[in-house]
């Protein structure tokens, strides 16, 4: 599965993105779908994941209440759409692929089998 996340670019403190990240095939039912993002100097850290089937997702304590991801299958793609934006969400945001049915084992990175090369998220005070 190859992914291609794009989306990002520069916005204002308390604006919002949507980030897309299209896949090269419609991913099976026991997929997950996953952001994370990485900031300079640090880490790559979850950010929110979604079955490719249903409708549960997990977020990050961070980013929960202001980011939602969601799916468009005919689109085969994922969706990340953030709203309330902060300087602290300035970040490289990657999406990836893993397989699974237990949603909550999906906030690692250890999990996924496919990744995105990134899109650039910068946020203005």
């Known amino acids: 599965v190859q992914l291609q996340a794009s989306g990002g670019g520069v916005v204002q403190a308390g604006g919002s993105l949507r980030l897309s990240c299209a896949t090269s095939?419609?991913?099976?039912?026991?997929?997950?779908m996953g952001w994370f993002r990485q900031a300079p100097g640090k880490e790559r850290e979850f950010v929110a994941a979604?079955?490719?089937?249903?409708?549960?997702?997990v977020y990050a304590d961070s980013v929960k209440g202001r980011f939602t991801v969601s799916r468009d299958n005919a689109k085969n793609t994922v969706y990340l759409q953030m709203n309330s934006l902060r300087p602290e969400d300035t970040a490289v945001y990657y999406c990836a692929v893993g397989v699974g049915l237990i949603l909550s084992t999906f906030r690692s990175l250890a999990e996924y089998d496919y990744w995105g090369q990134g899109t650039e998220v910068t946020v203005s005070s």
């Open positions: 979604r079955g490719w089937s249903g409708s549960s997702a």
């Open positions: 095939k419609r991913p099976d039912n026991n997929y997950v």
